[in-house]
């Protein structure tokens, strides 16, 4: 029916309306002739609406003066009469196809940057950064060397931990993760408290000093206090101490990393060029001195004397490498894949915390990149201290033990 219908299309069909005493007659002598009808609806007793190929309706025609039948066109449909219509209307196919095209060309560029930092990150810095390395509006998505500009931009911004760049449609979204200054150490004579870093749920809470303000199992969010230095007790003074103690948190960390199925590496040809240098101070002498006519190369330097002579001879070796790819199997492609999302993630958290729990999810980009989905429950201490304001009122709010 679906091959019936394709073709009809194709080759144009109309919907026609028969009026007439003898319709019946009429639908008796037509299918006898072989003329396919379909979609046949009677409206009232002398009238009937169907659909007729164009060849069809040519050969109808005798057939309505033998029944004394009327013939109209309802409406023509099909390919032949929308080229019909599209050729009388040749502006509005140019302008049509002048739009798709433009559409097309616009969708290879990158027109916006979404910056996902959090607090405590300087938007208009890191476009800065990432307009330097060639990731900005206007730029062209093919031109784009996603892995580079992460490496360059961590390089150049020794405050940021981590940045993840995803493309979507002329949208880059850009993640950024800053790294977490260690918290200055207070002197045990002052008083604080001991606050949240991140946010997390409580797991294990040992306070050596003050009040604990949570629980095992609260939520708690960042900079909310969760052991108090502010010691209040009934019929006696209030008394300000140096809260410690370790307070473990379940926290979740998400990320994600991208792998090309097809790897380029590069392989040693067994061509090598070597050169002696003797260095002193800032002047540098090169001894057999040839030109480096590889173009891609492995150079490996070799210090011929004691660190502690002021006369160094320096042996360089240059072997020539030559590219070759190697494809992936799928199950290389998604370890690979996680281990650099992991390795992307462990730069948010401390080298203690201790990861629990782990879901992934592989999606295929394109048909040469996996992505790989992480998030990762982690196991670490949030508590940070922080010095109690006398200046300030001190609402403090503790949890029904």
Known sequence: MLAIKLWNFLYGYAIIRIEGLSIERFLNIVISKNIYVWDVERTNHTTIVAKISLKGFKLLLPYTKMTNCRVYIVEKRGLPFIVFYLKRRRMLVLGAAACVILAY??????????????????????????????????????????????????????????IGIDIKGTKAIVKVVKKTAPPAVIDENVPCNIIAKKDGIIYKMTVLEGDALKKVGDTVKTGDVLVSGIIERPNTNTRFVHSMGTILARVWYEGYADVNLVQQNYKRTGRKITMTKIAMGSSTLTLS????????????????????????????????????????????????????????????????????????????????????????????DIGTQENINYNTEVKIERSNN
């Open 105 to 162: 060309i616009f969708s290879m560029f990158i027109w916006s940057i979404e910056i996902d930092g959090g607090q405590n990150i300087s938007e208009a810095s890191i476009i800065s950064e990432l307009d330097k390395l060639g990731l900005k509006a206007g730029a062209l998505k093919s031109s784009i060397d996603i892995h580079k500009i992460q490496q360059e931009f961590l390089v150049d911004e020794k405050d940021v931990a981590w």
């Open 289 to 380: 001195s040839r030109k480096i006519d590889f173009k891609n190369y492995d150079r490996e330097v070799r210090n011929l004397t004691s660190s502690a002579s002021p006369i160094k001879i320096i042996n360089e070796t240059y072997y020539e490498t030559v590219p070759i790819e190697v494809k992936l199997t799928k199950d290389e492609a998604e370890k690979l894949a996680v281990e650099n999302a992991l390795k992307n993630i462990s730069s948010a958290f401390g080298k203690d915390a201790k990861i629990v729990n782990r879901q992934q999810k592989m999606t295929m980009i394109n048909a040469n990149v996996l992505r790989a989905d992480v998030i990762v429950e982690v196991i670490e």
